[in-house]
T-cell receptor, first 115, second 111 residues
């Protein structure tokens, strides 16, 4: 089935460690996004990519890094510089690369907890 | 922040009743979308309404858009227990290349 796969679903990290969240899509979508969701809040954009080898910062990019080496993959690294990384992370994709004119397709999310 | 806001934050109704939630936003938009999120899951797209449309229907869903007031409403008719979820609006402004999500309405439908 076509869709977006995020892994791991749950992740625990010690302070000072970097962790990488995986996001893979087989929808042949150009654009991919990473959002952060905190309890009781909406989604905030971390990074987005509209084409391979190119990505832009969202509203809360500090302490995060991404890469887009393949169209189907958009991994997110949460670095030790991110001061409050405990959150629910959502990856999404969209078929349009010229701007968001269509719907977003979401993965099931990864819950990161810092111990 | 360009993020929208949903109202109410939480809503509890009996099965069979209608549920109405509202979304307000701050800038001119190309379109507005509504998404649903079950607890601990990803978001699922429900419906998209373009800035030149005023009302749209999809099954038990009815969405309205008032661009002069920068607001939208989502009506779920004849609610079911399975409609229990959080509902978010998302806008894409005329400028920029990203979506902005509201803070969500948590809907509980009591059987």
């Amino acid at each position: 089935d076509g869709g977006i796969t995020q892994s791991p679903k749950y992740l625990f990290r010690k302070e000072g460690q970097n962790v990488t969240l995986s996001c893979e899509q087989n929808l042949n979508h150009d654009a991919m996004y990473w959002y952060r969701q905190d309890p009781g809040q909406g989604l905030r954009l971390i990074y987005y990519s509209q084409i391979v080898n190119d990505f832009q910062k969202g509203d809360i990019a500090e302490g995060y890094s991404v890469s887009r080496e393949k169209k189907e993959s958009f991994p997110l690294t949460v670095t030790s510089a991110q001061k409050n990384p405990t959150a629910f992370y959502l990856c999404a994709s969209s078929p349009t690369s010229g701007g968001p004119t269509g719907e977003l397709f979401f993965g099931e999310g990864s819950r990161l907890t810092v111990l | 922040s360009q993020q929208g806001e949903e109202d109410p934050q939480a809503l509890s109704i009996q099965e069979g009743e209608n549920a109405t939630m509202n979304c307000s936003y701050k800038t001119s938009i190309n379109n507005l979308q509504w998404y649903r999120q079950n607890s601990g899951r990803g978001l699922v797209h429900l419906i998209l309404i373009r800035s030149n449309e005023r009302e749209k229907h999809s099954g038990r869903l009815r969405v309205t858009l008032d661009t002069s007031k920068k607001s939208s409403s989502l009506l779920i008719t004849a609610s079911r227990a399975a409609d229990t979820a959080s509902y978010f609006c998302a806008t894409d402004p005329n400028t920029g290349n990203q979506f902005y999500f509201g803070t969500g309405t948590s809907l509980t439908v009591i059987p």
